[in-house]
């Protein structure tokens, strides 16, 4: 998302620019977006569609909210236990291994459908909006290709890894249902590259992602 | 192959794809066209990237700074300072350069002072009419010092890599680490003179007992990172999920300043951040791996015919081949490969292997700040949401700087020396 | 052709030393080449023991303790007193173990692994901030192993405070004594700098560290007869070497320690002195079959048998010293370096 406010565009038209006290370290995300932004891409025959992205959407965020809490609780009990109880937790540091791989995976088709990924848009800024926008839908959907590639991978692996039958030392878990979650993620996340693609391709403005609009009136979106 | 890998990468970033595309795509080329085995390694080694447990401490820094910053704690801290130090002409630019080298010495991740130093920072010196991109250059540059200063894992994976005392490189590293801080903070002063930076009006001492009065249960923190961690309590994974507890402690029933529903909106944001930043992390961990993998580092080097060459250009080159492979690749796999391919050179014209090691340490602590890819900037962009261009605007000044000092200690090694020998010799 | 060789540690270091030997001999007796990857360069230990199973490199070291999560039963390496403690019986028990050259190699190849050699690489010693003369010394000591049960269990037993620590962070919580000891073996205290954070070394003889040689099985099935003779033999004679190499090892790094630390107390426990962390350790050994079930059970009754095979042999007969339990496995070092 970073560069829908870009330097290039100008310092005025960025209003967290305007008034600094704004422009804070504020991180969080708004992510009840407006029914209207997330159907964008759902219009017609795929309006059923829209109803599925969004439980994956609110799945996906409940995800990272759970994981993201469960690692602090883990680390934390893992001190306590330590301290107080003189007794390390020695799941703890799988679990949080576990947790990571979760959260990033998950993590990872959340901030294509808000389109948080991190770019480097200095000369896509620069485009006029007709190229902009071409350029957009062959990103979108060369990201989404790719990521339908990993998600493939990412398949033949976890299933290798459950051919050896490797298991976590100190829970005994089998690694591979650690890892159910890399195809899963990298598969929503080509998903929502391909519906960008889409959106792009039926709607006026130039999508970031279904949910983003990348125009100048849209630089205050709390994304 | 390396062209090709290194051509795609550039192309496809600067079409503006997001950033794990071209590293991705460019590792893709590798396994596709030149490599013998199957593309699933490629996904095994985006996993080995994010599976050091010390990453753990990135995520749990972003949340107790994000808690503190939407609470009160941040506030009252940065209060306390500004009391001490706001009519000083660059004084804040001062103490975030100080706070970032403080902490980053500490937690040991440069990743975690970016968020948990910028996060509550940036805005205040913004508000006091410093530029975004000088605000953004401080904080990374700034935490990047970290790494000099002990513990430093980069210094600990040189020691055994090239069998160094690993106490040795520590106490190298301080003197070099100060240095740094010193320039930059002299450069902050000259920023705030230039820009003419306001102050604010000299606080009275009473004001300042009430600010320090007001910022009791915060100082917590540093107390926790600092005392915890130097006073050997905790490891620094762990002072960042000990922060976190506080932090939600003291935001949720001692100051009310947050809800239960913000912690959870907190921890999905932060969820995010962690996902933008490790598939990063990830994905460069794979392409480090071919790079490793096809012996890439070995050929270009050993193309250069340096086992003639005298020991200022073994250093240069040793500067220049670390700095090159820590903008592209992640700096521990930089060190582990690159080090035993120096190592006879460095033995041959018995080079000191402490100042080598510091010199190398500071090349990857530029490196991990410099574009194209370096950790701290996926960092700051996600945390701040800000352009990568304007997050990179600011950082030259500081990059000279460490040049500079880059320069200084190959010319003048008793800057990393000096204490190690008072201390060793 | 090319074949690439991913090791545990370092080229100088003991696993090092015996790739560079059987690279050594398989360049100058064919027109292979075999490229060596120390730690890290090509990931952890468990990723490169994938890569080796997925045929992406030919040759590996796995040292058994890591591949326990692999192969459960390996984890026989990791009980203490149960190696032999003297070095000549424990190369001999390697060389004719019908146990590890059958069984556990036939668990290798159910992983696509063919196990071609297995080697020691040196006693684990405890290196500590106060002396340790008994298992009381443990009391509260905050002990960094590696995160396997069975080491786990080992430091409970002995009576220190198992935590569980990244192998990054080991430095620098000794320096800050957030914890006071740890274990490696020898040539690992020294190379990792361990003992420039701990005062005391002590000589359990609980363990010795093990490392195994494995290849990629198609790749090794696919070899001409010609060149499986030559791997075999390079391995041999590799093997050789690194015996003899072993030999005095642990006191080089000894000498190194003590010259650049000359204040290091180093302590070497004896028999009796012993006695006590050996029962402690009869608790390990029902953990291990407990995790490990009947199978478990056979490796280690086999190992039990073989040894004393070994023994015999090369003690010749009276197997009487009593001096035969010793020590096996921390994996944890070696391999957490590369944590
Ligand atoms: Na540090
Ligand atoms: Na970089």
Redesign the pocket.
């Known amino acids: 998302m970073q560069d829908r406010d870009g330097q290039e565009r100008g310092a005025a038209q960025n209003p967290n620019a305007d008034n600094p006290s704004q422009a804070s370290s504020e991180t969080s995300v708004t992510t009840d977006s407006p029914a209207s932004e997330t159907a964008a891409a759902f219009t017609g025959v795929l309006k059923p569609l829209g109803i599925l992205d969004k439980g994956v959407a609110m799945f996906e965020a409940a995800v990272l909210t759970v994981g993201i809490l469960a690692m602090a609780v883990n680390s934390v009990a893992n001190v306590i236990g330590r301290f107080i109880f003189g007794q390390s937790l020695y799941f703890s540091e799988e679990l949080n291994q576990f947790l990571v791989i979760l959260v990033t995976f998950a993590g990872v088709g959340f901030a294509a459908r808000h389109g948080r990924h991190i770019r480097m848009s200095a000369i896509y800024d620069e485009l006029p909006d007709k190229l902009r926008k071409a350029l957009m839908v062959a990103i979108a959907l060369i990201t989404g290709a790719i990521m339908f590639l990993l998600a493939w991978y990412s398949f033949e692996y976890v299933y290798s890894v459950y051919g050896t039958g490797r298991i976590a030392p100190v829970t005994q878990v089998p690694i591979f249902l650690t890892l159910v979650w890399l195809p899963l993620g990298f598969m929503i996340t080509g998903i929502q590259y391909v519906l960008t693609a889409l959106v792009n391709l039926t709607r006026p403005d130039v999508y970031l992602s279904v949910t983003v609009v990348d125009s100048y009136e849209d630089t205050e979106t709390q994304l | 192959m390396a062209t090709a890998m290194i051509v795609t990468m550039i192309v496809l970033l600067l079409l503006g794809f997001p950033m794990m595309v071209p590293l991705i795509a460019a590792t893709l080329i590798g396994f596709l066209i030149y490599l013998p085995i199957p593309p699933d390694i490629m996904i095994q080694q985006m996993l080995a990237g994010i599976r050091p447990s010390a990453l753990i401490a990135v995520p749990m820094f972003i949340l107790a700074a994000d808690i503190i910053t939407k609470g009160q704690s941040a506030d009252r801290l940065i209060d306390m300072v500004m009391r001490f130090v706001g009519h000083v002409r660059g004084g804040l630019g001062v103490a975030t350069a100080a706070s970032c080298t403080l902490f980053?010495?500490?937690?040991?991740s440069t990743q975690a002072t970016v968020v948990a130093i910028g996060g509550p920072l940036r805005p205040r010196m913004l508000k006091s009419g410093y530029s975004d991109s000088f605000t953004l250059a401080l904080i990374i540059n700034s935490s990047d010092i970290?790494?000099?200063?002990?513990?430093?894992i980069a210094m600990i994976i040189y020691g055994v890599v090239s069998g160094t005392s690993i106490s040795e490189l520590f106490i190298a590293g301080v003197g070099p680490g100060l240095l740094i801080l010193l320039l930059f903070s002299a450069y902050a002063y000259v920023y705030a003179r230039i820009n003419d930076i306001p102050t604010e009006p000299k606080a009275s001492w009473n004001e300042r007992m009430q600010a320090v009065a007001g910022a009791v249960w915060p100082l917590g923190f540093p107390l926790i990172v600092v005392g915890g961690i130097y006073g050997g309590i905790f490891s620094p994974t762990e002072a960042a999920s000990v922060c976190v507890g506080y932090a939600i402690l003291l935001e949720m029933l001692i100051f009310r300043s947050l809800k239960l529903s913000d912690v959870f909106d907190i921890a999905k944001s932060t969820g995010l951040i962690t996902a933008v930043v490790f598939i990063l992390v990830a994905a460069g961990a794979a392409f480090s791996w071919v790079i490793s993998f096809e012996r890439i580092p070995q050929a270009i080097l050993g193309g250069l015919g340096l086992a003639e060459a005298g020991p200022y250009t073994v250093l240069i080159a040793i500067s220049i081949a670390f700095f090159v492979g820590c903008m592209f690749v992640d700096p521990i796999v930089v060190i582990l490969v690159l080090v035993p391919i120096f190592a006879p050179l460095v033995d041959g014209l018995g080079l000191d292997p402490v100042l080598v090691g510091t010199i190398i340490t500071l090349q990857v602590a530029i490196g991990s700040a410099t574009p194209p890819f370096g950790c701290d900037i996926f960092t700051a962009i996600a945390i701040f949401k800000r352009p990568y261009i304007d997050v990179i605007r600011g950082t030259p000044p500081f990059v000279v700087i460490l040049l500079m000092v880059s320069a200084l200690l190959i010319i003048y090694p008793p800057i990393a020396l000096f204490l190690r020998d008072l201390a060793f010799r | 052709d090319e074949w690439k060789y991913a090791i545990e540690e370092a080229l100088e270091e003991v696993q090092g030393v015996y790739a560079t030997k059987f690279k050594e001999y398989v360049e100058a007796n064919s027109d292979h080449t075999v490229s060596i990857y120390p730690f890290g360069t090509l990931g952890e230990s468990a990723d490169t023991t994938e890569l080796a199973q997925m045929g992406a490199i030919q040759f590996v070291d796995l040292s058994p303790g890591f591949t326990g999560s692999l192969i459960p039963e390996l984890q026989v390496f990791l009980l203490p007193y149960t190696l032999p403690e003297n070095p000549d019986v424990l190369a001999d028990f390697y060389k004719t173990s019908s146990t590890i050259n059958e069984k556990l190699a036939a668990l290798y190849e159910q992983q696509q692994l063919k196990l071609i050699d297995m080697f020691p690489e040196g006693e684990v010693v405890m290196t500590t901030k106060e002396e340790v003369k008994a298992p009381e010394d443990l009391n509260g000591v905050k002990f960094r192993v590696m995160t396997t049960p069975l080491l786990v269990e080992t430091y409970n037993q002995f009576g220190a405070t198992p935590t569980p620590l990244p192998w990054g962070e080991v430095f620098g919580a000794l320096q800050l004594n957030m914890i006071q000891g740890q274990e490696n073996p020898m040539f690992f205290v020294e190379s990792t700098k361990m003992y420039e954070v701990t005062d005391y070394i002590t000589f359990t003889g609980h363990n010795t560290f093990t490392t195994a040689v494995a290849a990629n099985l198609n790749f090794y099935q696919g070899l001409s007869d010609e060149d499986k003779k030559l791997v075999q033999t390079a391995a041999d004679q590799a093997y050789d070497y690194i015996i003899d190499y072993q030999k005095g090892l642990t006191e080089k790094s000894l000498e190194k320690i003590k010259e650049a630390k000359p204040s290091i107390t180093v302590t070497r426990l004896s028999d009796e002195e012993r006695e006590p962390f050996r029962q402690a350790a009869e608790k390990v050994r029902q953990k291990y079959v407990e995790l490990t079930g009947e199978s478990g059970k056979e490796v280690l009754d086999g190992f039990e048998k073989d040894i004393e095979a070994s023994k015999a042999r090369v003690e010749g007969g009276g197997a009487s010293e009593g001096s035969s339990d010793s020590a096996a496995a921390s994996e944890e070092t070696k391999a957490s370096s590369a944590n």
């Open positions: 980053g010495a500490v937690s040991g970290a790494m000099l200063i002990p513990p430093s």
